[in-house]
Nanobody, 124 residues
Framework: QVQLVESGGGLVQAGDSLRLSCAAS????????MGWFRQAPGKERDWVAA????????YYADSVKGRFTISRDNAKNTVYLQMNSLKPEDTAVYYC?????????????????WGQGTQVTVAS
């Protein structure tokens, strides 16, 4: 069992930066690939970024490539999402998720555990 708690969301202006954190409980955090998703009002929950258990590979949705960076610190049981050059269309609730094994890292249903989400609002 893994429990995930996101933090770091807030209200910012277009062009600003934010860093989201996701703290995980449990000694097996390093065995999980991790992902970030986001959900805007009235829309589906979309994949944003993912990182393998070792941190050796990262993946991004086209909409955030070059602006967002996912990273992890297995010693701290934490995954991060650094978001730069934020746009109003990045406004959403951001969720982190953990995947035990072998699924699609961009596929919502292949994740096993989810956090409660943190709101990011980007004003124009």
């Amino acid at each position: 069992q893994v429990q995930l708690v996101e933090s770091g969301g807030g209200l910012v202006q277009a062009g600003d930066s934010l860093r989201l954190s996701c703290a995980a409980s449990g000694r097996t955090f390093r065995r999980y690939s991790m992902g970030w998703f986001r959900q805007a009002p009235g829309k589906e929950r979309d994949w944003v970024a993912a990182i393998t258990w070792s941190g050796s590979a990262t993946y991004y949705a086209d909409s955030v490539k070059g602006r967002f960076t996912i990273s992890r610190d297995n010693a701290k049981n934490t995954v991060y999402l650094q978001m730069n050059s934020l746009k109003p269309e990045d406004t959403a609730v951001y969720y982190c998720a953990a995947q035990k094994s072998g699924g699609g890292l961009d596929y919502r249903d292949d994740y096993d555990y989810w956090g409660q989400g943190t709101q990011v609002t980007v004003a124009s």
